[in-house]
């Protein structure tokens, strides 16, 4: 038997390193630390003072299988509108921070999440084009206290900041709790499979022109 001195290849499954980031965000208005590994498996601490945003970020964490630490204090005698804005903006630079040159990932991702009778489509793309066409239609203005206008403006700064392309769409839904949280399943599903690393291409850039 003819022993080969050439070293084996490296597992396939094995995450990039460097998968991970911490960033903080500081204005009069909020002060906001977000860390989170892409390669985690789920793991979450949010206190973002709002109580909605914080079981949306378990959400995130649980079903995109991102290790994700939230802490944040802001202006929340005014309203909860900076806050949830400023932790959607650090996330989205967290996010791109820990995608670097974003070699080596699939890029695309979608997903359609039930919910009950609630039924959300989310595609995204990390393309460094920000973009963000938001199709939901939320029937109340709040749910518990959470001003359901905010969740526009929370996938508004993610996009904004993370450089995608997203589209988010309501394909059923009554009930204002189900269509949010089956919004930000389906967003996680969507980002777990954007981020994954492609065997066949691990170290190139997932794009023609060489850049995203």
Known sequence: MQISDRSPLPPTNVPHLARAASVKRTTGETDVTVILNLDGIGTCKAATGIPFLDHMMHQLSSHGLIDLDVQSIGDLEIDDHHTNEDVGITLGQALGKALGDRKGIVRFGHFIAPLDEALIQVVLDFSGRPYCSYGLEIPTQRVGTYDTQLVREFFMA????????????????????????????????????????DPRRASAIPSSKGVL
């Open 158 to 197: 993610v996009c904004n900041h993370a450089q995608m392309t997203l589209h988010i769409r309501q394909l059923d839904g009554i009930n204002s709790h189900h269509i949010i949280e089956a919004t930000f399943k389906a967003f996680a599903r969507a980002l777990r499979m954007a981020v994954e690393i």
